[in-house]
């Protein structure tokens, strides 16, 4: 693993079901981060971590459930998926660092029919 | 509220420069980030700036003014990869980013 892998690529899922999107990252990084990213709209931070055993709310997180057990893995999970989570998620770390950039996966697109 | 604006969208010419601006008011600044996104792909870091003024990494520079709530990525020698949404967020007093809606910018030939 080179960076950030997030895994599906895609989905297509029908409304109502279970779904974990999921984000490895293999660079020690303290701090995940879960966005989602919709046409007209900024990237929209779900849920974040600042270290291993943390979470905390982002902008929108209600529909959402993450939990961090380890520093490399960052699962985001949708209890109940409705149409209008149907988006781009896209999975982000950072070192903690003065600048404190974040390295972003390839993204999960998510279609909730 | 918090607030990002840029331009949606901006058209520019091959070896030319080009200007994207970005305005923001947010709740405290730790700091503006420039990222990149080409048409399908993750968001690529560009640059930072935490101080006032200029920062020149190759063909690409950004400044900012922090009075005024604003800053500008400077791309010059245009390219046709250059073709791709910039993307401007601001870091806000709890260490989040806040993320502008982007600017695709498309360069002709």
């Known amino acids: 693993i080179a960076g950030i892998t997030q895994a599906p690529t895609s989905q297509i899922l029908a409304a109502g079901r279970r779904m974990t999107l999921r984000c490895t990252q293999d660079?020690?990084?303290?701090?995940m981060y879960w966005y989602r990213q919709d046409l007209g709209l900024g990237l929209r931070l779900i849920h974040y971590?600042?270290?291993?055993?943390?979470?905390g709310k982002g902008e929108v997180p209600d529909g959402y459930s993450v939990s961090r057990a380890n520093t490399d893995d960052f699962p985001l999970t949708l209890a109940s998926a409705v149409p209008s989570q149907t988006s781009v998620y896209f999975c982000?770390?950072?070192?903690?660092?003065?600048?404190?950039?974040?390295?972003f996966g390839p993204g999960t697109r998510l279609t909730v029919l | 509220g918090q607030n990002i604006d840029q331009p949606t969208e901006m058209t520019a010419t091959e070896g030319a420069i080009v200007q994207i601006n970005c305005t923001y008011q947010?709740?405290?600044?730790?700091?503006l980030f420039w990222y990149q996104q080409h048409a399908g792909e993750a968001p690529t870091f560009l640059s930072y700036?935490?101080l006032d003024g200029l920062e020149e990494k190759g063909r690409f520079s950004s400044f900012l003014s922090r009075s005024k709530g604003y800053s500008y990525l400077l791309l010059k020698e245009l390219q046709m990869k250059d073709s791709a949404s910039y993307l401007c967020?601001?870091?806000?007093?709890?260490?989040?980013?806040?993320w502008g809606a982007g600017t695709k910018l498309i360069i002709k030939p």
């Open positions: 700036n935490v």
């Open positions: 947010t709740s405290g600044f730790n700091g």
């Open positions: 967020a601001v870091r806000d007093k709890d260490y989040q980013l806040i």
């Open positions: 971590s600042n270290t291993a055993g943390t979470t």
């Open positions: 660079m020690r990084h303290n701090a």
């Open positions: 982000a770390s950072s070192d903690g660092s003065s600048n404190n950039e974040q390295f």
